[in-house]
Nanobody
Framework: VQLQASGGGLVQPGGSLSLSCAAS????????VAWFRQAPGMERDFVAA????????FHANSVKGRFTISRDNAKNTLYLHMRGLKPEDTAVYYC????????????????????????WGQGTQVTVSS
């Protein structure tokens, strides 16, 4: 299984970008459900996640109100819609997938823990600069 993330690029401060992440092999048990990001010299940080049972979403405080996570279940594809981008949003963005029931039952603390995930995408660069 591979997770293919796309949509990154260079954008000016205040601009918008949308990322997408699809699993290479369709399986109802492998679910892309979260985004993380890693800036140069920093640890990988949780950005957002979505729980499949109730479509409840979780966003890091740093992106709340600006980023929105969503999913197309028919395509098993995850999205991250970003607006009001800031230079501090510059990072490599990674999508992450859970296998099985965890995608339906996890709580925020589980989603925030990168050890909870079974698959990771290759990352897509987002650069916010004028």
């Amino acid at each position: 299984v591979q997770l293919q993330a796309s949509g990154g690029g260079l954008v000016q401060p205040g601009g918008s970008l949308s990322l997408s992440c699809a699993a290479s092999a369709h399986s109802s048990d492998i679910n892309p459900v979260a985004w993380f990001r890693q800036a140069p010299g920093m640890e990988r940080d949780f950005v957002a996640a979505i729980r499949l049972s109730d479509r409840n979403t979780f966003h890091a405080n740093s992106v709340k109100g600006r980023f929105t996570i969503s999913r197309d279940n028919a395509k098993n594809t995850l999205y991250l819609h970003m607006r009001g981008l800031k230079p501090e949003d510059t990072a490599v963005y990674y999508c992450a997938a859970m296998e099985g029931r965890m995608a339906y039952t996890s709580i925020l603390s589980t989603f925030r823990n990168d050890d909870s995930y079974d698959y990771w995408g290759q990352g897509t660069q987002v650069t916010v600069s004028s």
